[in-house]
């Protein structure tokens, strides 16, 4: 059974970073994007970041975060820099087969984890 596991979650400063994690298990995901997304309390899940051969960011983030993999250990990170208040919601990973089409689209994604938490104080 495939399972996605986030960690690295918590409460940081404005200006402070965070790294999080995703362990993937059940299968392997080399050949998959790994993408991160976020929601906010009443908001839509949204778009952060997706790896294939390459990197992609929502502008939001852009110069922030930056994403990696792991395939060895089938896990995928997100560096946090320079949070800001705004960054504040749970982090979701995501699996989507394949590395072509869009990235940015929930839909397309076939697995996700629980989501981890994470809060930017002012």
């Known amino acids: 059974q495939v399972q996605l596991v986030e960690s690295g979650g918590g409460l940081v400063q404005a200006g402070g970073s965070l790294r999080l994690s995703c362990a993937a298990s059940?299968?392997?995901?080399?050949?998959?994007?790994m993408g991160w997304f976020r929601q906010a309390p009443g908001k839509d899940r949204e778009f952060v970041a997706a790896?294939?051969?390459?990197?992609y960011y929502a502008d939001s983030v852009k110069g922030r975060f930056a994403v990696s993999r792991d395939n060895d250990k089938n896990t995928v990170f997100l560096q946090m820099n320079s949070l800001k208040p705004e960054d504040s919601a749970k982090y979701y990973c995501?699996?989507?087969?394949?590395?072509?089409?869009?990235?940015?689209?929930?839909?397309?994604?076939?697995?996700w984890g629980q989501g981890t938490q994470v809060t930017v104080s002012s």
């Open positions: 995501a699996v989507k087969p394949g590395y072509g089409g869009s990235y940015y689209q929930l839909k397309l994604y076939d697995y």
């Open positions: 059940g299968r392997n995901f080399k050949g998959n994007t």
């Open positions: 790896i294939t051969w390459t990197q």
